[in-house]
Nanobody, 114 residues
Framework: QVQLGESGGGLVQPGGSLRLSCAAS????????MGWYRQAPGKERELVAS???????NYVDSVKGRFTISRDNAKNTVFLQMNSLKPEDTAVYYC????????WGQGTQVTVSS
């Protein structure tokens, strides 16, 4: 059974930082492309950042220079370091794993507010 478990969300003030983690089980993690998506109320889910099995990364323009995606294949975990957070980053953040099939985590809420 495939499981993706996100953690690290919460409430943070503008300009603050959070680090999201996603622990995977039930898949051969090292061959999967991993991604972080987010969905704000009333908006479509969007890809925030992705990292291939070889470590190549991609970011949506709105987070470039502020967010960093990384992975630890030994721990079957992908991370999203989020710095200089803005209110518009408020959303539910979802972990995604893709290799032929794709899997989703349950999501973790990130709220940026003073």
């Amino acid at each position: 059974q495939v499981q993706l478990g996100e953690s690290g969300g919460g409430l943070v003030q503008p300009g603050g930082s959070l680090r999201l983690s996603c622990a995977a089980s039930g898949i051969t993690f090292s061959i999967y492309k991993m991604g972080w998506y987010r969905q704000a109320p009333g908006k479509e889910r969007e890809l925030v950042a992705s990292i291939t099995n070889s470590g190549s990364t991609n970011y949506v323009d709105s987070v470039k220079g502020r967010f960093t995606i990384s992975r630890d294949n030994a721990k079957n975990t992908v991370f999203l370091q989020m710095n200089s957070l803005k209110p518009e980053d408020t959303a539910v953040y979802y972990c995604n794993a893709y290799y032929v099939y794709q899997y989703w985590g349950q999501g973790t809420q990130v709220t940026v507010s003073s």
